[in-house]
Protein backbone atom coordinates (compact mmCIF):
# COMPACT_ATOMS: atom_id res chain seq x y z
CA UNK A 1 0.00 0.00 0.00
CA UNK A 2 1.56 3.28 -1.38
CA UNK A 3 0.80 6.84 -1.80
CA UNK A 4 0.67 8.12 -5.98
CA UNK A 5 2.09 11.59 -4.59
CA UNK A 6 5.86 11.56 -4.23
CA UNK A 7 8.20 11.38 -0.50
CA UNK A 8 9.98 14.54 -0.33
CA UNK A 9 13.46 13.20 1.30
CA UNK A 10 15.08 15.34 4.09
CA UNK A 11 18.53 17.09 2.83
CA UNK A 12 20.40 14.46 5.32
CA UNK A 13 19.22 11.66 2.87
CA UNK A 14 21.67 12.85 0.46
CA UNK A 15 24.69 13.19 2.52
CA UNK A 16 26.55 9.75 2.80
CA UNK A 17 27.86 10.08 6.61
CA UNK A 18 24.31 9.48 7.73
CA UNK A 19 24.04 6.64 6.57
CA UNK A 20 27.20 5.74 8.99
CA UNK A 21 26.21 5.40 13.00
CA UNK A 22 28.25 8.64 13.73
CA UNK A 23 30.94 8.43 16.98
CA UNK A 24 30.39 11.86 18.45
CA UNK A 25 27.63 11.97 20.95
CA UNK A 26 26.39 14.93 19.89
CA UNK A 27 26.12 14.26 16.01
CA UNK A 28 25.13 10.97 17.07
CA UNK A 29 21.92 12.50 19.24
CA UNK A 30 20.99 14.59 15.73
CA UNK A 31 21.66 11.71 13.80
CA UNK A 32 19.13 9.54 15.34
CA UNK A 33 16.32 12.58 15.59
CA UNK A 34 16.80 12.93 12.08
CA UNK A 35 15.94 9.29 11.49
CA UNK A 36 13.54 8.98 13.49
CA UNK A 37 11.47 11.65 12.01
CA UNK A 38 12.49 10.65 8.73
CA UNK A 39 11.19 6.96 9.42
CA UNK A 40 7.94 8.28 11.00
CA UNK A 41 7.44 10.67 7.85
CA UNK A 42 8.21 7.93 5.22
CA UNK A 43 5.73 5.72 7.17
CA UNK A 44 2.95 8.08 7.09
CA UNK A 45 3.57 9.15 3.67
CA UNK A 46 3.81 5.42 2.12
CA UNK A 47 0.77 3.92 4.67
CA UNK A 48 3.21 1.68 6.36
CA UNK A 49 2.90 0.17 9.50
CA UNK A 50 4.99 -2.72 9.37
CA UNK A 51 8.76 -2.46 8.51
CA UNK A 52 11.65 -4.38 8.80
CA UNK A 53 15.49 -3.63 8.79
CA UNK A 54 16.35 -5.45 6.02
CA UNK A 55 13.71 -4.65 3.73
CA UNK A 56 15.15 -3.28 0.79
CA UNK A 57 13.63 -0.37 -0.09
CA UNK A 58 14.33 3.42 -0.09
CA UNK A 59 14.20 4.42 3.68
CA UNK A 60 17.66 1.72 3.91
CA UNK A 61 19.24 2.31 0.73
CA UNK A 62 20.26 5.76 -0.85
CA UNK A 63 20.88 4.42 -4.14
CA UNK A 64 22.04 8.26 -5.68
CA UNK A 65 24.74 8.43 -3.58
CA UNK A 66 25.28 4.46 -3.22
CA UNK A 67 24.87 4.30 0.54
CA UNK A 68 22.98 1.88 2.56
CA UNK A 69 22.21 1.74 6.50
CA UNK A 70 23.50 -1.46 8.43
CA UNK A 71 21.18 -3.83 9.70
CA UNK A 72 22.06 -2.96 13.13
CA UNK A 73 22.35 0.69 12.45
CA UNK A 74 18.71 0.52 10.97
CA UNK A 75 17.84 -1.67 14.37
CA UNK A 76 19.59 0.81 16.49
CA UNK A 77 17.37 3.82 14.97
CA UNK A 78 14.22 1.65 15.36
CA UNK A 79 15.22 0.94 18.78
CA UNK A 80 15.08 4.33 19.69
CA UNK A 81 12.05 5.24 17.87
CA UNK A 82 10.50 2.11 20.08
CA UNK A 83 12.07 3.94 23.20
CA UNK A 84 10.42 7.01 22.50
CA UNK A 85 6.80 5.17 21.90
CA UNK A 86 6.76 5.65 18.04
CA UNK A 87 7.47 2.22 17.43
CA UNK A 88 6.55 -1.54 18.81
CA UNK A 89 8.70 -4.70 18.14
CA UNK A 90 6.70 -7.45 16.95
CA UNK A 91 9.24 -9.97 17.91
CA UNK A 92 11.21 -8.47 20.04
CA UNK A 93 14.32 -11.19 20.51
CA UNK A 94 14.72 -10.99 17.14
CA UNK A 95 13.96 -7.52 15.94
CA UNK A 96 12.76 -8.48 12.59
CA UNK A 97 9.51 -6.43 12.13
CA UNK A 98 8.64 -3.10 13.81
CA UNK A 99 5.22 -1.66 14.30
CA UNK A 100 5.61 2.21 13.68
CA UNK A 101 3.28 4.04 14.82
CA UNK A 102 3.29 7.45 13.06
CA UNK A 103 0.53 8.07 14.84
CA UNK A 104 0.59 7.13 18.35
CA UNK A 105 -1.57 4.91 19.73
CA UNK A 106 -3.14 7.23 22.56
CA UNK A 107 -4.27 9.06 19.60
CA UNK A 108 -5.66 5.95 17.34
CA UNK A 109 -7.48 5.39 20.92
CA UNK A 110 -8.87 8.80 21.02
CA UNK A 111 -9.54 8.63 16.73
CA UNK A 112 -11.81 5.23 17.38
CA UNK A 113 -13.60 7.07 20.99
CA UNK A 114 -14.16 9.78 18.12
CA UNK A 115 -15.64 7.87 15.61
CA UNK A 116 -17.64 5.91 17.74
CA UNK A 117 -19.39 8.72 19.51
CA UNK A 118 -19.55 10.85 16.29
CA UNK A 119 -21.34 7.81 14.45
CA UNK A 120 -23.48 6.31 17.37
CA UNK A 121 -21.90 2.96 17.41
CA UNK A 122 -20.78 3.64 21.08
CA UNK A 123 -22.51 0.26 22.28
CA UNK A 124 -22.22 -1.67 18.92
CA UNK A 125 -20.06 -4.87 18.71
CA UNK A 126 -17.96 -4.68 15.82
CA UNK A 127 -15.15 -6.40 14.84
CA UNK A 128 -11.71 -4.89 14.62
CA UNK A 129 -11.32 -5.91 10.69
CA UNK A 130 -15.03 -3.31 10.67
CA UNK A 131 -12.74 -0.41 12.01
CA UNK A 132 -9.88 -0.78 9.77
CA UNK A 133 -11.89 -1.45 6.45
CA UNK A 134 -15.54 -1.38 6.78
CA UNK A 135 -17.70 0.94 5.12
CA UNK A 136 -18.12 2.34 8.37
CA UNK A 137 -14.47 3.58 8.28
CA UNK A 138 -14.70 4.47 4.90
CA UNK A 139 -13.15 8.29 4.30
CA UNK A 140 -11.58 8.25 8.29
CA UNK A 141 -8.33 8.12 9.53
CA UNK A 142 -9.22 4.48 10.73
CA UNK A 143 -9.43 3.37 7.07
CA UNK A 144 -6.70 1.48 6.47
CA UNK A 145 -5.08 1.54 10.04
CA UNK A 146 -2.82 -1.96 10.93
CA UNK A 147 -4.82 -4.45 12.87
CA UNK A 148 -1.93 -4.46 15.43
CA UNK A 149 -2.41 -0.92 15.71
CA UNK A 150 -6.05 -0.78 16.48
CA UNK A 151 -5.88 -4.15 18.60
CA UNK A 152 -3.79 -2.10 20.96
CA UNK A 153 -5.65 1.21 21.04
CA UNK A 154 -7.97 -0.81 21.78
CA UNK A 155 -6.68 -2.84 24.90
CA UNK A 156 -6.03 1.19 25.62
CA UNK A 157 -9.48 1.96 25.35
CA UNK A 158 -10.41 -0.90 27.31
CA UNK A 159 -8.30 -0.19 30.45
CA UNK A 160 -10.36 3.46 30.65
CA UNK A 161 -13.51 1.41 30.63
CA UNK A 162 -14.40 2.84 27.39
CA UNK A 163 -14.85 -0.64 25.52
CA UNK A 164 -15.43 -4.51 25.91
Known sequence: ????????WP???????????????ETADKQTSLWASLILAYC?????????????IPLWHNKDINRRLSFDTAVAFLDDLVASGSALWLDPPHKTRCLILWKRLPDVAAAIS???????????????DDLAS????????????????????????????KVR
Open 44 to 56: KHRKLYVLSPSDD
Open 1 to 8: MGSSSTFT
Open 11 to 25: FFYQYPPYFTRQPVK
Open 114 to 128: DWASTYGVSDSVMLV
Open 134 to 161: GAEVAGTELEGMHREVLIRALHMLEAQG
